[in-house]
């Protein structure tokens, strides 16, 4: 088996091209390297996937790159490549969401159309689910996005159903629910809230706090994602929540954080931001009847897995300061 992964850099991708790697399978691994975040983190993701004898590494640009040549030999193709963040999707930086997140996916797809690939595994948002009341969410619940970066995920979703239905390709869709655990992306919550816990610094909480996310470690996504790529042919054309069972009120998130890091924290309370919803909740019965999918990692576990990585990232007890340690001194 030939495997390609799209995003291999990134938080999930690496995980994902490190598990499958594990398998002694061969593994081609795409990144653009964006600069949404430092390309340090990125950089430390690929350092110990690199030297593998099984994996090759392409540093390109998918709405750019000839494609063809990308998937020969390609049975499985895993897409998590894409512009993140709900935050940043307003105004001026729409471009690059509708260019990474859609126009990508679209040129990929029509690739994998004419191709012999077996599976496209494509990392969707439950961010599309917006703020539907009905709860929890099931994959035939009506999206309702809020954010651009929401519909651009929306919109890829779409273009993956397209294909399948009118070119045969073999698609997946797999949403993902708020992921979490080492290597996190340093614009997320976890990875900031952590850090700040780190340095003793104020916890930034936007709204009441009374909001509810749906937590997913970052070993059940990818068990998820590569049951997706494995699973019988009658999963193809579908879609499939993962989320991790951990759903918790923010405020109550932020007393069990203060209790793995082992000491107070402060929070400073923020406005609600554009985008944000309030409730997140996934129905995962369809993946647990189809892919076999249990999320086995509790959000207590989770947290206090990330926290280790937080302190070795910014070289906790070397009396370091935040403002010092912008970049990781070792992000393995």
């Not at 499958?20 to 795409?30: M, T």
């Not at 590494?57 to 993140?84: C, N, Y």
């Not at 082992?262 to 019965?285: E, F």
């Amino acid at each position: 088996m030939k495997y390609l992964v799209t995003g291999c850099a990134g938080f999930v991708g690496s995980h994902l091209t490190e598990a499958l790697l594990e398998r002694d399978v061969d593994v081609i691994g795409v990144d653009a390297l964006i600069p949404f975040y430092d390309r340090h983190f990125k950089r430390q993701n690929l350092a110990p996937l690199l030297p593998h004898p099984r994996f090759t590494f392409i540093e390109g640009d998918l709405t750019q790159m000839a494609l063809a040549p990308l998937l020969d030999g390609v049975d499985v193709v895993f897409h998590i490549a894409g512009q993140p963040g709900v935050r940043d999707s307003w105004g001026s930086k729409f471009d690059a969401y509708a260019r990474n997140n859609v126009l990508a996916t679209e040129r990929l797809l029509h690739a994998v159309a004419g191709s012999d690939v077996q599976r496209f595994v494509f990392a969707g948002s439950s961010s599309i689910y917006g703020d539907s009341p009905e709860m929890p969410w099931r994959e035939t619940t009506c999206p309702q996005p809020r954010s651009p970066y929401a519909i651009t995920k929306l919109a890829a979703e779409h273009l993956c159903r397209s294909y399948h239905l009118d070119f045969g390709a073999p698609t997946v869709v797999v949403r993902y629910f708020t992921v979490y655990g080492p290597r996190q992306r340093p614009d997320m919550a976890f990875h900031k809230f952590l850090k700040a816990a780190l340095f003793d610094e104020p916890i930034p909480l936007y709204g009441n706090g009374q909001q509810t996310r749906d937590f997913t470690y970052i070993s059940d996504i990818v068990a998820g994602t590569l049951a997706a790529g494995h699973a019988p042919d009658d999963v193809v054309g579908q879609t499939f929540n993962l989320g991790g069972g951990s759903r918790i009120v923010l405020l109550d998130l932020l007393e069990m954080l203060s209790e793995v890091v082992g000491k107070p924290v402060t929070i400073q309370r923020l406005g609600r931001q554009a985008g944000d919803v309030r409730h997140t909740w996934a129905d995962i019965s369809r993946s647990q009847a189809a892919l076999g999918y249990e999320p086995k990692v509790g959000l207590r576990e989770g947290l206090a897995r990330e926290y280790a990585w937080i302190q070795r990232v910014y070289g906790a007890g070397d009396g370091a300061t935040s403002s010092q340690t912008t970049r990781p001194t070792n992000a393995k």
